[in-house]
């Protein structure tokens, strides 16, 4: 048996002012920064003990990683970062407001660009190495990402591509890892742990569309050797 945890980070600059975030390297805001700490407590309090860290290499969820860990005391145990478990890449819709989307292009549209299994938002015309938004310039598609194999890079992903490009690094490392009984934490992203999830419960297709995951509250699985599910919670801080 083997511990499963997911975190998706702590609220990022851009989730605070509503905009489609992305492959954008963003940073947590003041309430992100407290909700990985709060998760890290959580873990505490749960006792449980950890082999093995995995995370993006996007700067949200690395910090949350490493603050939740820190509070748990357990910043010491051996991390790997892939960009296989970077946030799903918004395309064109990266950097816009998700409430002038919606008056754009109407709440369904905008629903199912965010939320369904297959339809891929508007892609990008041509990939940048950064992205300006309110004259402020965060790092995109830069040298981070050297090591993408050739036509990889994304221009835009619907969960479906994006699962496609996680499962391989689940396969290699994760996978492996849960079956050696290590008890692993990964710290990624909203799409990302949604595309991991369905794999992980085998969600349908229609029905992932129900599930969301919010900041910086652990998902804990038990696994068995198979890895199937044998007992979940979600960790919630006291209201
Ligand atoms: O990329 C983003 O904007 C968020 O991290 C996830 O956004 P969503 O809830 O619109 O999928």
Do not use: C
Not at 84 to 90: A, G, P
Not at 132 to 159: F, Q
Request: charged share 30%; no cysteine; glycine share 6%.
């Amino acid at each position: 048996m083997a511990k499963l945890v997911l975190i998706r980070h702590g609220q990022s600059e851009w989730n605070a002012l509503n905009l489609f975030n992305g492959w954008v390297d963003t940073k947590l805001s003041d309430k992100g920064i407290a909700q990985a700490k709060t998760a890290g407590q959580l873990l505490a309090k749960e006792g449980i003990q950890f082999d093995q860290a995995y995370t993006s290499v996007l700067t949200r969820a690395i910090t949350t990683l490493h603050l939740a860990l820190e509070e748990a005391d357990q910043l010491w145990i051996p991390e790997v970062k892939s960009w296989r478990l970077n946030e799903r890449h918004y395309g064109a819709l990266q950097g816009l407001n998700k409430a002038d989307a919606a008056k754009k292009w109407g709440d369904e549209q905008v629903h199912q660009w965010r939320r369904s299994y297959d339809v891929l938002p508007p892609l990008l015309e041509e990939q940048s190495e950064t992205m300006t938004i309110d004259g402020k310039t965060y790092p995109a598609l830069d040298r981070r990402y050297h090591d993408v194999p050739e036509g990889e890079l994304p221009k835009g992903e619907n969960l479906k591509v994006t699962l496609d490009r996680v499962l391989p690094f689940w396969d290699s490392d994760i996978s492996k890892a849960l079956k050696d009984g290590k008890n692993v934490v990964i710290g990624a992203h909203g799409n990302s742990l949604r595309a991991l999830v369905k794999h992980v419960e085998q969600i349908s297709d229609a029905d992932i569309m129900g599930v969301e995951i919010a900041n910086g509250e652990p998902w804990v699985y038990d696994l068995d050797e198979d890895l199937n599910v044998v007992s979940k919670k979600i960790l919630k801080p006291e209201a």
